[in-house]
């Protein structure tokens, strides 16, 4: 899919340094979407769910490009969904996100480049 | 602008903790009479209260656990998640704001292998996990996540294996205490007459108090009642114990002024074993400069009367049963906890009001530190005394000389000005109510061995 994408969540919703959640119903998508924003600001996309347990990673700790899961620290790449610490062994999925005019939107299932 | 926390909203009954065919037998908790070692109407003290590992491990069931325990200040939590860990007696336990803004408190020890579920001193989180097996709990003490899962049998119900919570939370204007007790009176109802004194620092201006960020910990060899029944008690000491610091203190040249030196004041000796001892001189007030100008008396007179101002504001000592001490006048305010009958581990928070200028709590947070800090010139000589007292206790025949706790004895009055009983300045009056308590309590089956 492409086009314009899926607005998910206004630019202020989400304080730098935390996550929502955006629901399944809206995105589509096979899980819910953890929307992170990072410390510089960037926003990212990936599934909510930890690959390790069930724990919601928009729950998390945002900060320089990784996500911390709030439950037993296993750390993401906000930008391809990577595991880069354990407990977790499994990659999380990524999703691109673009931001126009304050607005979020959402590209469920690409990748962002 | 802190938010002053919900007091509603927790367990007000034990944690249920299955234990299937467990049962501990009664050899490992044996109880011993406690009658023939405090003689509180004599102002006698058998030594081995201070001593004796069977008498700790009984005042830890039956001293601690029945009753309210300092844990915080409410300053100490602004929003969902922020934590801090203390002890309860020996018990570790997290005190946390929880995400409806109750504070609540649970044992810090996994329902699994007992580990620490929350190794930090202080901070802010969304879960408590684990660090050996990485057993999750929320901030209301729920078990969230265990990893393995299937692993378990169907009867493993994760419901049943949450923190335990400490059932009663309670704060007295900014002072959380916690007590496992789930029929001891209000906090309040237990704090009783004491409240009033403890007003005298507590309230000044109706805009509360708050902490200066940290708490000093420093660990001293000393049982902790030494400590506690001094600061109930004990005025006697300080033209002793602290002539270095009062020379220091005195203008250059002179030394300290008589009616420094020589103080009139009360003692307040209260039923439930709490104690506070002032001097009563209007020009008593003993502290940094800044702190003094910026103080509006006339207020304060109004808002907590003349007999307020001229006491239990501007000096002394208090000590709420059995391990929580302060010093309105400092701000310092600590809880001795006991580590082992040998040992204690002091930590201490300074207080201030929350209407003080940036630069007047500044003076009261160096005025602390430079007397009752760590290495406070004060502070130093307290320490000193209790530990001396204590390395020499083991002795067979030092341990076995009863210790004197005789004046004032029968000096406990209404003055008509101060309420509840009061007694001299130097007296042993609190600390005969102090050791009265503590020897009630240590007799009395507390409510888990009732309702066995
Ligand atoms: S001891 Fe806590 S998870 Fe095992
Ligand atoms: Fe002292």
Redesign the interface.
């Known amino acids: 899919m492409s086009g314009t994408g899926i607005r998910v969540a206004a630019l202020d919703d989400i304080p730098e340094g935390e996550g929502i959640t955006v629901d399944r119903a809206v995105t589509g998508t096979e899980d819910d979407i953890a929307l992170l924003r990072d410390d510089d600001g960037s926003v990212w996309a990936l599934n909510d769910t930890c690959t ?4 919601s990673l928009a ?2 700790w945002v900060e320089k490009g990784h996500v911390e899961c ?4 296993s750390r993401f790449c906000l930008r391809s969904g990577k595991v880069e610490g354990l ?1 977790a062994t499994r990659d999380a999925v990524a999703h691109r996100v673009e931001v126009r005019d304050g607005e979020v939107y959402l590209f469920p299932n690409e990748t962002s480049s | 602008m802190t938010s002053t926390p919900e007091l509603a909203g927790r367990a007000g009954r034990p944690t249920a903790t299955p234990a299937g065919p467990l049962h501990r037998p009664s050899e490992l908790t044996p109880t011993i009479d406690v009658s023939g070692l405090v003689d509180a109407d004599g102002g006698l003290l058998d030594r081995a209260i201070f001593t004796d590992h069977q008498i700790y491990q009984q005042e830890l069931r039956r001293v601690f656990a029945p009753s309210w325990l300092f844990l915080a200040h409410t300053d100490q939590f602004r929003r969902p998640g922020d934590f801090f860990t203390t002890y309860m007696g020996e018990d570790p336990v997290i005190v946390t704001m929880d995400k409806s803004r109750a504070v609540r408190a649970y044992l810090n020890s996994c329902r699994h292998r007992g580990a620490r579920v929350c190794r930090a001193d202080a901070g802010t989180t969304r879960n408590f996990t684990c660090t050996y097996h990485g057993w999750a709990y929320d901030l209301e003490g729920r078990l969230v996540s265990v990893p393995n899962r299937e692993g378990y049998p169907d009867r493993f119900d994760t419901a049943d294996w949450g923190l335990v919570e400490v059932p009663r939370v309670e704060n007295h204007r900014g002072l959380i205490f916690g007590t496992w007790n789930p029929r001891a009176p209000s906090l309040r109802e237990a704090l009783g007459g004491m409240a009033w004194y403890m007003d005298a620092m507590l309230d000044h201006d109706g805009a509360g108090t708050e902490v200066v960020g940290g708490v000093h910990k420093w660990v001293l060899e000393g049982n902790w009642k030494l400590s506690a029944e001094q600061f109930a008690t004990d005025w006697y000491h300080v033209n002793m114990s602290h002539a270095s610091a009062l020379m220091l203190l005195a203008p250059a040249g002179k030394s300290p002024r008589d009616e420094i030196v020589h103080r009139a004041g009360r003692q307040y000796v209260d039923p439930n074993g709490h104690g506070a001892g002032f001097p009563v001189h209007p020009k008593n007030r003993f502290d940094a400069l800044a702190v003094h100008q910026w103080f509006d008396y006339e207020a304060a007179r109004a808002r907590l009367g003349d007999a307020r101002v001229e006491g239990p504001m501007t000096n002394g000592h208090a000590t709420v049963f059995p391990n929580f001490s302060y010093l309105p006048v400092n701000g310092s305010v600590r809880v001795w906890h006991p580590k082992g009958p040998d040992r204690m581990e002091v930590w201490a928070w300074t207080l201030v009001d929350r209407s003080m200028p940036d630069e007047v709590k500044e003076a009261q947070r160096l005025y602390n530190l430079r007397t009752f800090g760590p290495s406070g010139v004060f502070e130093a000589d307290d320490g000193e005394n209790w530990s001396e007292v204590q390395a020499i206790s083991r002795g067979f025949v030092t341990n076995s000389v009863p210790l004197n706790y005789q004046m004032g004895l029968g000096s406990e009055r209404e003055d008509g000005r101060y309420p509840g009983k009061t007694s001299e300045l130097y007296s042993d009056a609190a600390g005969r109510a102090f050791y009265r308590r503590w020897q009630s309590l240590m007799n009395t089956p507390a409510w888990y061995e009732v309702d066995r």
């Open positions: 390790h347990e069930t724990a729950e998390g709030p439950l037993h620290a407990p």
